[in-house]
């Protein structure tokens, strides 16, 4: 008897077993934080989180932070320093473990695009767009420093396309060896992690194949929901569903409920 | 002997602001400690035409830009976190009015660090070989951009990597807990990247949710991480990051920060936005008022509040603000 | 959940340095906060050959040179200020045996920052121009030095200025006024450049005049300038900095201070110093005995005490302290 | 009826006589900071002093400190930071007004030299200095970034060279314009005080001339003690002995009476 579940408990449960105990991981709003204290919470109790910010030491307190100078992140942290610190000193340097972000389209080498979309693309001058998106933020910096970092992105076609027509955040560019040419001491995007399964890349050309399914999806429905033409690592296999440990830790975390919306 | 710094704010962007500056605010993140009061009174005051240098959009940002008083800007993160998209700011940019270029938010902090400085230039690491790099809505027609973030190549290895324009912005209005009358200021809370800012700026006036004597920066000289040598000025505002949150002093507004955001997304909830909560006060207990004092109350029953208690043996009363102030003169007067 | 990294002085030599290191220390002024007490130990242990980076020099430097433990160092600074030069390192430097490459007191802090943010290089507007640059005891065939700090040219402008290497300590041995059991950290006074040193070094570790709760960092966040996150281990040592001050703790052994500089002048001064105040103690209390006990509560009534004064109440005793260290297996053990 | 006074307290009076009210001012430990704050006490109460490792608002309690941490200039401090700051953003930046340097050596050019001495020359490769002395400490950021940095030294010919071995702190290098070849942001050296008077360089070819000479001394005496050939500049005058006002305003500063030990 398995328990009741939403899709984004499934993709925060999923995200979350990828941070393992004792890394430094550096987690943005929302989706990224629960995950991120999910799984402090239930199989890394010695994970260090913080956030860009440079807020050490804290767990969120009644309720999803609205941000990551939320004062529910802010009450019981031990110490606080600045962007330069937490970005720079300790992600971009190539010292976190593992980021956490969010995506507006990612396509098939991991790049991720948080900043517009351009109707028909933006051309060869630049041009404001169509959808004004929230830009990089600290994206950018995990994508670039940290040894590795996770995708979190609902699945759908508009989202997973072939090439996003502005790069945010560096995946691995045109694939193969391409961040090489640019000396990133970060490894790359290791998982995109979604609201129908979880896709990993080619450990040569680094394009994103299919590595998972959830419970409630399938390869078929994946790869129609997918812009490009999905393929699928050899031994690809469902995602075990989550755990009543693993469902009770995620709620504990998700105090007000938020993925129970979704 | 010391000099009280302290002035009113309508004096404070009077004195310190013009149509078409760089105005730099908005170093604290989306939600938190943002000059937000400066951004008003700008707009009370008229003030257009301006070149927006704000590391992460605020609402400071969402409103002077959906007032259409933002020519340029340059940030690192255009939205409001959980809040969603900054619909102010959206709105101007998709219309082409407010022209907004694209940086990461440690490029950002790295900007003002080499401004700080006075580098001609800061090494990146990061930006690179992104779009971020290869495009620049100030300079449309460059593709890939060749001014906006170059390569530069490391004399030691040999590797190329890029070179960020620093930012000296003229005035930077900063938002900060507790400040002194001579511009000392603490603050609780990530410093986002205020004190980059604070030596970054030409000028700096400090916004301070409340003010305490001098005698406890001197018990706490470590959290006065803004000396009074870089402050030109010092404006009283409780409140003054709201409908933001400022740590150790009252929370986010959340109901405010949804209504506010949603009524910048039309600009007829704008004009109906400016009318109430830009026009709708004279002063700080109005302005209070304003927001309700139920609400103030409540939203100073913060979980953070404990944050503020060693401080406040230290802070002074409004009268007592209101004799510091009338003692500064042009001139500077001492005050003690 | 939380991890004790106390450990003993002892250990934390044995366990995490090694002859020829790259050692850090000194990250503070010549006479202030600086792990004096940490080269102590290094020497009881027989360390040697080190290469030390230390951005000014300390009575830990002057010591570990005159000892014959330093065959390269890197500084800004190498006199002890009032106290006037360090005989030690000028011995040893005068004689050969320790080779200096001189920089100064800015260009040491922007090359850890430079380490910090792993960086290629780091731009310098000073040292240019001057034998700083020109001059180099690592490299003595250059004449001019190329490799020492090369030129680079600003993209943006094309003016050439200089660029600084980065440092990445293999081990650092910081000085910090307190620290609780996790490694969270609070220096009263400057910082000088113990943040920065905090993330350039590639292991960290605490020695800290006082242990407190962390109940202490919680209540000032903003004042844990060095997380946990960054440090290796801690160890609790009063009087670490002896001779020199602490401030809120103990004032500079002007007396010491003088015949220690004295001592180091020799080789003879030297092995009699060493025989007394190196190897002449086998914890803090024998430690404490041989400063002595009327000196230390001399010392200890410094007109700064009052910055201790908000986080007495968060002090540990010793038999806490020892509590806290037996719990630490070099697995971890949870301590709270 | 003048007061009796020490060369050392001419000299710190004479310093402190170049720095004006509002100034932003760094000062390093000793004679240095005894001028400076003399000029606080006397003539100059808004100026606004720090020390390199970022100690600001602060004026020394209980006597001369022994180093810029010594407890004496931390005991009643508004601010404390970092190296960085102070030397980086306040002083390399351009933004310090006015800064206070020693020296071991300093020459026509009025370049300073505190790393050592090397008897004959360095020569072409690089060997220990015979005498090694302080290195460059933070006077080299002052002396590439202070709008202007006045050089505090005593007067004695092995002192005043033509020419230092060493280059720690740049002066006017050799003369002209040659300093903008670097793109220094600071003005270079405006005054040598010494124990005899006053040197301040020529408008145009920046070398070092006589422009005072306190009452115990004479131009003659001053040329004496220099080894380059020192030229005087046109209003060259004997510089005024210090008043009541300011031998009181220094000697409550200098508690301990270092400087009538000179």
């Known amino acids: 008897m398995i328990?009741?579940?939403?899709?984004?408990?499934?993709?925060?449960?999923?995200t979350?077993?990828?941070?393992?105990?004792?890394?430094?991981?550096i987690f943005g709003v929302g989706l990224s934080m629960l995950a991120g204290f999910f799984a402090q919470a239930h199989h890394a109790p010695r994970v260090r989180a913080m956030t860009e910010g440079g807020i050490y030491g804290a767990t969120p307190l009644g309720g999803l932070p609205w941000g990551i100078e939320c004062n529910r992140i802010s009450s019981n942290a031990t110490s606080f320093t600045s962007a330069l610190d937490a970005l720079g000193c300790l992600v971009a340097s190539g010292r976190c473990d593992v980021g956490i972000i969010?995506?507006?389209?990612?396509?098939?080498?991991?790049?991720?695009?948080?900043?517009?979309?351009?109707?028909?693309?933006?051309?060869?001058?630049?041009?404001?767009?169509?959808?004004?998106?929230?830009?990089?933020?600290?994206?950018?910096?995990?994508?670039?420093?940290?040894?590795?970092?996770?995708?979190?992105?609902?699945?759908?076609?508009?989202?997973?396309?072939?090439?996003?027509?502005?790069?945010?955040?560096?995946?691995?560019?045109?694939?193969?060896?391409?961040?090489?040419?640019?000396?990133?001491?970060?490894?790359?995007p290791s998982a995109i992690i979604t609201t129908l399964g979880i896709l990993r890349?080619?450990?040569?050309?680094?394009?994103?194949?299919?590595?998972?399914?959830?419970?409630?999806?399938?390869?078929?429905?994946?790869?129609?929901?997918?812009?490009?033409?999905?393929?699928?690592?050899?031994?690809?296999?469902?995602?075990?569903?989550?755990?009543?440990?693993?469902?009770?830790?995620l709620r504990k975390v998700d105090v007000t409920g938020a993925l129970r919306k979704g | 002997m010391s000099y009280s710094k302290l002035i009113s704010l309508a004096e404070a962007v009077r004195r310190h602001t013009r149509d078409g500056q760089q105005y730099a605010s908005g170093a604290a993140l989306p939600v938190g400690s943002d000059a937000v009061v400066f951004g008003r009174e700008l707009l009370r005051q008229g003030r257009r035409d301006l070149h927006a240098i704000f590391h992460c959009s605020t609402q400071q940002l969402n409103l002077l830009a959906a007032a259409g008083a933002v020519a340029r800007v340059e940030c690192g993160f255009s939205g409001l976190e959980v809040f969603g998209f900054a619909n102010g700011l959206r709105r101007a940019v998709e219309e082409g009015r407010t022209v907004l270029e694209d940086y990461s938010n440690l490029s950002?902090?790295?900007?003002?660090?080499?401004?700080?400085?006075?580098?001609?230039?800061?090494?990146?690491?990061?930006?690179?070989?992104?779009?971020?790099?290869?495009?620049?809505?100030?300079?449309?027609?460059?593709?890939?951009?060749?001014?906006?973030?170059?390569?530069?190549?490391?004399?030691?290895?040999?590797?190329?990597?890029?070179?960020?324009?620093?930012?000296?912005p003229a005035l930077a209005g900063i938002h900060?807990?507790?400040?002194?009358?001579?511009?000392?200021?603490?603050?609780?809370?990530?410093?986002?990247?205020?004190?980059?800012?604070?030596?970054?700026?030409?000028?700096?006036?400090?916004?301070?949710?409340?003010?305490?004597?001098?005698?406890?920066?001197?018990?706490?000289?470590?959290?006065?991480?803004?000396?009074?040598?870089?402050?030109?000025?010092?404006?009283?505002?409780?409140?003054?990051?709201?409908?933001?949150?400022?740590?150790?002093?009252?929370?986010?507004?959340?109901?405010?920060?949804?209504?506010?955001?949603?009524?910048?997304?039309?600009?007829?909830g704008t004009a109906a936005y400016l009318k109430r909560f830009v026009e709708g006060y004279s002063d700080v207990p109005s302005y209070l008022d304003l927001?309700?004092?139920?609400?103030?109350?409540?939203?100073?029953?913060?979980?953070?509040?404990?944050?503020?208690d060693p401080f406040r043996r230290w802070l002074q009363t409004p009268a007592e603000i209101t004799a510091l102030s009338a003692s500064c003169s042009p001139a500077g007067e001492v005050y003690r």
Chains 1, 4 share one sequence.
Not at chain 1, 3 to 14: D, F, G, L, N, S
Not at chain 1, 229 to 249: C, F, I, Q, T
């Open chain 1, 102 to 188: 969010g995506a507006a389209q990612v396509d098939r080498f991991g790049n991720v695009n948080t900043t517009g979309i351009w109707v028909g693309g933006i051309g060869d001058a630049y041009r404001p767009p169509n959808t004004r998106l929230t830009g990089a933020g600290g994206a950018n910096d995990i994508a670039c420093g940290a040894k590795r970092f996770l995708i979190m992105v609902g699945h759908e076609p508009k989202r997973f396309v072939e090439k996003v027509s502005y790069i945010s955040s560096p995946g691995y560019l045109d694939g193969d060896d391409a961040r090489q040419r640019h000396g990133f001491v970060g490894g790359g």
């Open chain 2, 176 to 268: 900060v807990s507790l400040a002194d009358p001579l511009g000392n200021a603490i603050m609780l809370g990530t410093e986002w990247s205020r004190f980059e800012l604070s030596r970054a700026a030409q000028k700096v006036i400090l916004v301070a949710d409340a003010i305490v004597d001098t005698a406890c920066m001197r018990q706490f000289p470590n959290l006065v991480r803004i000396p009074d040598v870089v402050v030109e000025a010092v404006v009283w505002w409780p409140f003054g990051a709201w409908p933001q949150a400022s740590p150790g002093l009252y929370d986010a507004d959340e109901e405010h920060m949804k209504s506010m955001n949603q009524a910048l997304a039309t600009e007829e």
């Open chain 2, 291 to 308: 927001i309700g004092r139920d609400r103030v109350r409540q939203l100073a029953q913060t979980s953070t509040a404990f944050l503020i």
């Open chain 1, 16 to 25: 979350g077993r990828e941070i393992r105990d004792g890394e430094l991981a």
């Open chain 1, 3 to 14: 328990a009741e579940y939403t899709r984004q408990e499934m993709m925060a449960i999923a």
């Open chain 2, 108 to 168: 950002m902090a790295l900007r003002l660090l080499g401004g700080a400085m006075n580098w001609p230039f800061v090494p990146a690491t990061v930006n690179i070989g992104s779009d971020l790099q290869y495009r620049s809505a100030f300079a449309p027609d460059e593709h890939p951009a060749r001014h906006k973030i170059p390569a530069v190549a490391d004399p030691f290895s040999g590797r190329e990597i890029g070179a960020l324009s620093p930012l000296r």
């Open chain 1, 201 to 249: 890349p080619h450990p040569e050309t680094k394009e994103f194949h299919l590595d998972g399914w959830f419970g409630f999806s399938s390869p078929d429905q994946i790869r129609h929901a997918t812009a490009w033409d999905l393929k699928v690592l050899p031994g690809a296999r469902p995602v075990p569903e989550p755990s009543k440990a693993e469902l009770a830790a």
